[in-house]
C-alpha cells in the first residue's frame, strides 16, 4: 500500500507539519512496509528514499490542484491534512476532491478545525466549507466528538466520519539534563507556556498567575518557550512588546524566561522535561484539538489550560485541571496544591501516563491503518 498525505511538511514551522512528521513515524512502527509519499508545500525539503518521498510542489498562494493531481498518481490512497490558513475557501481545495474522485482514488481528509458559524467573523462560510470537504471524501478524520456532531448537522452521514485521537508521543528525558541543555535554572519549579505567541494566547495572564504563585512558593518560574511566528500579523509582534512591558511592570523580571524564539521539533522534548507544570492559556471557540498539550501529557508532566474547547482532552487526565478563562487565582491555587500536596500531584501523574499510553502514536495510526483498509 502507498499512501501520499497532501499536507504542509518540515522544516516548515507549521504544527500541521509536525502532526503529519507524527502520523508517517507511527505508522512506519506499526507497519515498516508502508510506502509513503508527502506531496507538500514548497517550504518542506525533498526527501527520496526507497519507501519514503517528499515532494515539494506547491504554494498555498497559488493554484495547488495541478501539482497535487500530478504527484498523487502512483498513490492507493491520498489523505488530506486541512486546516483553513493552508488551502483557503475558494474552490481550489473541492475542485481537488473532485478530480481525485474522477479518477477513482481513494481519499481520506482529516479536519483540524471547525469553526462554528457564530463564532467567525465570515458567519457560517468556515464551517459550510468544512462541511463541502467532507461531503467530497471518501473518509473523514477529526478528533473529538463535538466536531463529528457539527457535520453531521451539515448533512455528513456519521458512518463516513471517523473519530481518532489526536495522538501522543512519549518521552521520559531527564529534568536535570533538559535544563542544562536549555541554559534554564537547575534549581526552583518551571510553569511551561508553549508555542507561538499570539494575542489569544492568554500570556498576560500567565504573568499573573506567577505573580501570584510566587508570594508562596520560593524559586518559581514561568518559561515561555516560543516566539511570534514567522507570519505573525503586526498585533502579535504587538503583543510581544507588552509582554516585555508588563514583566517590568509585575517586577518578575527575575522569573520570567522569554528568549521569544521557534524551538526546533528535536527541542521539544527537553522542553517539557525541563518543566513542572505546562500551562495552555490560550482563548478561542475553534472546535480543535491541541498538539501541544498532548506532547506534555506525552512528557508525562501535569497540565493546567483554560476550560475552552481546544483543551477538553484534558478531563481525560483530570477535570480539575480546567480552569475558567482568565482566573488567574484559580490557576495559581492548582499549580500550588501540584507542587505542594504529593498525593494530589501522584494522582494527576497516575492518570496522565494513563491517558498517554492510551493516546500514543502507535494506538493512534492503527485506527488509521484500519480505516485506509475500510476505505
Not at 177 to 197: C, H, M, W, Y
Not at 199 to 206: A, E, I, M
Not at 254 to 259: E, G, L, R, T
Not at 305 to 310: I, L, N, S, T
Request: hydrophobic letters at 40%.
Amino acid at each position: 500500500m502507498k499512501i501520499a498525505f497532501v499536507s504542509t511538511y518540515l522544516p516548515q514551522q507549521c504544527g500541521i507539519a509536525t502532526y503529519t512528521d507524527y502520523v508517517i513515524h507511527g505508522l512506519w512502527k506499526v507497519n515498516p512496509g508502508l510506502k509513503i509519499k508527502v506531496v507538500a508545500e514548497r517550504d518542506a525539503s525533498p526527501v527520496n528514499q526507497k519507501r519514503f518521498e517528499v515532494v515539494p510542489c506547491w504554494n498555498r498562494n497559488e493554484n495547488y490542484v495541478e501539482p497535487i493531481i500530478s504527484n498523487v498518481k502512483d498513490a492507493d490512497i491520498v489523505h488530506i491534512q486541512h486546516e483553513y490558513g493552508i488551502y483557503g475557501l475558494d474552490d481550489r481545495l473541492p475542485t481537488l476532491l473532485e478530480r481525485l474522485r474522477a479518477s477513482a482514488k481513494r481519499t481520506i481528509i482529516t479536519i483540524h478545525c471547525i469553526r462554528p458559524g457564530q463564532f467567525c467573523e465570515r458567519g457560517v462560510m468556515d464551517e459550510n466549507f468544512a462541511g463541502r470537504i467532507a461531503g467530497l471524501a471518501d473518509g473523514v478524520i477529526v478528533h473529538r466528538d463535538s466536531q463529528k456532531a457539527i457535520l453531521k448537522r451539515l448533512g455528513i452521514p456519521a458512518k463516513k466520519i471517523h473519530i481518532i485521537p489526536h495522538g501522543t508521543a512519549l518521552s521520559n528525558v531527564d529534568k536535570k539534563i533538559s535544563r542544562k541543555r536549555l541554559k534554564l535554572p537547575e534549581k526552583g519549579k518551571i510553569i511551561t507556556a508553549f508555542g507561538f505567541v499570539n494575542t489569544f494566547k492568554g500570556l498576560d495572564v500567565s504573568l499573573e498567575v506567577l505573580g501570584e504563585i510566587r508570594k508562596e512558593v520560593e524559586d518559581v518560574y514561568l518559561f515561555i518557550a516560543g516566539g511570534a511566528s514567522p507570519t505573525a500579523p503586526q498585533k502579535a509582534m504587538n503583543y510581544v512588546r507588552n509582554l516585555r512591558k508588563q514583566i517590568k511592570e509585575l517586577d518578575l523580571t527575575d522569573n520570567v524566561i522569554f528568549p521569544n524564539k521557534f524551538f526546533p521539533n528535536e527541542e521539544i522534548p527537553y522542553i517539557f522535561g525541563a518543566s513542572d507544570i505546562a500551562l495552555f492559556t490560550h482563548y478561542h471557540e475553534d472546535r480543535s484539538v491541541s498538539g501541544a498539550i498532548h506532547l506534555a501529557i506525552g512528557a508525562k508532566k501535569p497540565v493546567i489550560a483554560y476550560r475552552v474547547p481546544k483543551f477538553e482532552v484534558l478531563k481525560n487526565v483530570c477535570d480539575e485541571l480546567l480552569i475558567l478563562p482568565g482566573n488567574a487565582s484559580g490557576i495559581a491555587k492548582t499549580a500550588i496544591r501540584i507542587f505542594e500536596d504529593k498525593e494530589f500531584e501522584r494522582y494527576i501523574l497516575d492518570r496522565t501516563e494513563r491517558y498517554r499510553r492510551a493516546t500514543s502514536w502507535p494506538a493512534t495510526v492503527r485506527k488509521h491503518l484500519k480505516l485506509y483498509h475500510l476505505i
